[in-house]
């Protein structure tokens, strides 16, 4: 299991503490340069390997699939929480030899027409219905393989299901995993899904990934 964090110590202590019933075999935190001691938090959780790399969400995945030695990688957001035994079905998922990797469906820790109904559509397994906040898992020797998270500024998870998709089979399970709707909530649910569909659009048109951040930094709210 692999954390990136960026000042995230309200969470990080709750989320490791959340995963004492999971069986994995090695939790690594990244952190990006964390002011609010998010690395001295996690570094103090038995269990837990605390690394630092430089900031970006698909640069400090990748220092942390290269530090782990597991057969099955799990990436996995600080404000995101598992269901039971996703570990189990994880592996269940990868007995089958065509998969190469996948990810959960999406719920939210808040209620509201528009989140549930967003939280609805990841059940489709399309490049608009799924994100890295579903919890990504693939094998190691496929994420290797395909060259990894692009070290982008965005879409850095979409670019590695693309990746995988070359490879094998990209999953969905049945089960969901718990995220947090404040990005949603504070920028404006119908806002901020606008601004996704923009990117995603703009993406496939061929705009590359620094320009759409800059472009999405200079409209967010």
């Not at 890295?132 to 290797?144: I, L, P, T, W, Y």
């Amino acid at each position: 299991m692999i954390v990136p964090t960026l000042n995230e110590a309200p969470r990080i202590a709750a989320l490791l503490a959340s995963l004492g019933a999971q069986v994995f075999r090695e939790r690594i935190v990244v952190d990006g340069g964390s002011k609010d001691g998010t690395f001295q938090i996690a570094e103090r959780v038995l269990g837990v390997t605390a690394i630092a790399s430089p900031r970006g969400r698909g640069a400090q995945l990748n220092a942390g699939a290269a530090r782990a030695r597991s057969e099955i990688l799990l990436f996995l957001h600080a404000d995101t929480r598992l269901p039971d035994n996703a570990g189990a079905m994880i592996a269940a998922a990868l007995d089958d030899p065509s998969v190469v990797g996948g990810c959960f469906r999406l719920s939210f820790d808040e209620p509201g027409v528009l989140l549930s109904l967003y939280a609805w559509t990841t059940r489709f397994e399309t490049g608009a219905t799924t994100f890295g906040d579903q919890a990504f898992f693939a094998r190691a020797s496929a994420f290797h393989r395909c060259g990894g998270f692009p070290e982008w500024p965005v879409l850095e998870d979409v670019e590695l299901r693309r990746r995988l998709k070359t490879l094998g089979r990209f999953v969905k399970l049945d089960a969901v995993v718990i995220t947090s709707a404040r990005r949603f909530v504070g920028e404006g649910i119908v806002r901020r899904q606008a601004m996704n569909a923009a990117i995603l659009a703009l993406h496939r048109m061929g705009v590359n990934a620094a320009m759409l951040a800059r472009w999405y930094r200079s409209n967010k709210q």
